[in-house]
């Protein structure tokens, strides 16, 4: 099977061992998004069968299982077993054993030489006091995972395996580059937080509050190219709402919170695929496990932790055929909190005893990213040219926020072109022509967008608008309808 293996995936498996045969018990594999965990997983279990070796293999839902199963059937392991009543795949003599949490904490501990713990990051009562158990201390636990940071991770682990980063997988081309657009800052003062994280009930009502956040459906019109999206949205009211602002759009939205069954959200996962869905609204999910075909990414949700924020954007990282890029929407301002996906990392294990001041085991802050003010691309530490747009702000001034847009976060706006404003005139005019518009249209449309009225010398003739100008003006409408319903109110 080694032959078959990407070099980032055979490193992996050269640390795991040298780090066994130097007496570590309890290693953690971190492997990013699409990094090939599955593959990685199947690679250990394999050799560990070579050798006679009896496996367990912990997932942290039930509902996993038959996925789990599934993966290594089609890596050729298929003299499998699971812990789980009533499973048609009991078998307690199989060589590998897959069970869950859940079942760990009403079932004896399956037999096993070696025990993989997939999602480690995700601390359960019942794995840790397997893994104390002293009957099981000469036994290896493996732990993989994404984003092994969780404190205190480092007192039931003793070593931690990064083979390789997010970046060095993106410069590889087997995760996609990402884009980050971002609003201005979400207003969250006196949400308070509990347990490392925003405490949920006042962020939601910070978050659903349009004159404070923008607009996330117009945005999306304007900015998302219709791409196939997935919205993290931050409690199930709230991502209610955003799927039925996406509906009263015309864009079809799904749902998916932490009580969509399994059957249900294998259908919204076919529709979205298949484009009878351009965007489900999710809640407390989809943000592990998942391998759909994802192209754009909604952040309304902010967050302070790195683990919630890296599982959310590896949702679209994964490349697929056509994908130039995964486009982020971000309306929570956390890059600007916590940097890009790229930027976060760790070298060791947090033990929980590391001083708040510092970040816990996270070293060193790195410079974060800024807004360019012209178009709200979000420009790397340092960068002063906006590598989107171009502009190259001279100074910084006051906070410019429009209602329902992504807006300019300090900073002139940027020197438009006088072609592309009598670009935008002509089409507005085509635009207002064609539909039969009141004769003020296009000048309120153009002095909405940059600010002024048209020069006198902008004498041109009406021309079919162009995608672009269509996106903007729908935009507009979706924004004036938010207004309409907000004053009805």
């Known amino acids: 099977m080694r032959s078959g293996l990407r070099p980032h995936q055979i490193r992996a498996l050269d ?58 059937h089609r890596e050729g392991i298929t003299d499998v077993g699971v812990v789980q009543a009533d499973h048609e795949l009991t078998n307690p003599h199989a060589p590998v054993q897959v069970c869950s949490i859940q079942t760990l904490q009403r ?19 019942a794995q840790t006091e397997w893994m104390a158990d002293e009957r099981w ?25 990064v083979a390789t980063t997010t970046q060095e997988l993106i410069d590889a081309g087997y995760l996609s580059p990402f884009r980050v657009f971002g609003p201005a800052s979400p207003d969250l003062t006196g949400v308070k937080t509990v347990a490392g994280d925003y405490h949920e009930g006042q962020l939601a009502e910070a978050m659903d509050k349009p004159d404070l956040t923008a607009d996330i459906v117009s945005t999306w019109t304007r900015l998302g190219e219709n791409r ?28 998916v919170d932490a009580h969509t069954t399994i059957e249900e959200r294998e259908d919204i996962r076919q ?12 809640v407390g999910c989809l943000t592990t496990g998942v391998d759909w075909d994802v192209r754009c990414i909604v952040l309304a949700r902010p967050t302070q932790s790195d683990m919630l924020f890296v599982q959310m954007i590896g949702r679209g990282l994964r490349t697929a055929s056509g994908k130039g890029d995964c486009l982020i929407l971000d309306h929570s301002d956390t890059h600007q909190r916590l940097g890009f996906v790229t930027d976060i990392g760790r070298s060791k294990l947090c033990t929980g005893k590391e001083k708040k001041s510092s970040g816990g085991a996270r070293e060193k802050r790195q410079k974060l990213p800024s807004v360019c003010s012209s178009c709200s691309f979000i420009k790397p530490a340092g960068v002063h040219e906006c590598p989107s747009c171009g502009f190259a702000p001279k100074h910084i001034e006051g906070v410019a926020v429009a209602d329902g847009e992504l807006t300019q976060i300090g ?8 072609e592309e404003k009598r670009r935008w005139y002509a089409e507005l005019l085509g635009y207002q022509q064609l539909h039969n518009k009141n004769p003020k249209f296009a000048v309120a449309n153009y002095k909405n967008k940059f600010g002024v009225w048209p020069d006198r010398k902008h004498d041109v003739e009406p021309r079919e608008p162009s995608p672009e100008v269509l996106s903007y003006l729908k935009s507009r409408q979706i924004a004036w309808a938010k207004r309409q319903q907000r004053q009805a109110a």
């Open 228 to 255: 196939p999206t997935l919205v993290f949205a931050v409690n199930r009211a709230h991502a209610r709402h955003i799927q039925a602002d996406y509906e009263r759009a015309g864009v079809p939205c799904g749902y």
């Open 15 to 72: 640390l795991l061992r040298a780090s066994l045969r130097s007496g570590k018990r309890r290693p953690v594999l971190q492997l990013p998004t699409g990094a090939g965990k599955t593959v990685i997983g199947c690679a250990v279990v394999s050799g560990a069968l070579a050798k006679g070796n009896r496996v367990g293999f912990v997932v942290p839902a039930i509902s996993l299982i038959d996925q789990t199963v599934r993966a290594f």
């Open 411 to 418: 900073g002139k706006t940027a020197q438009v072109p006088i």
């Open 137 to 161: 201390r000469k036994v290896p636990f493996v732990g993989l995972s994404a984003t092994p940071w969780t404190s205190g991770l480092g007192k039931h682990y003793d070593d931690l395996l």
């Open 271 to 282: 529709q979205f695929h298949d484009g009878r869905l351009k965007v489900v609204s999710s």
């Open 107 to 125: 079932r004896a501990y399956p037999g096993a030489d070696v025990v993989l713990v997939d999602e480690c990051h995700k601390l359960f009562k």
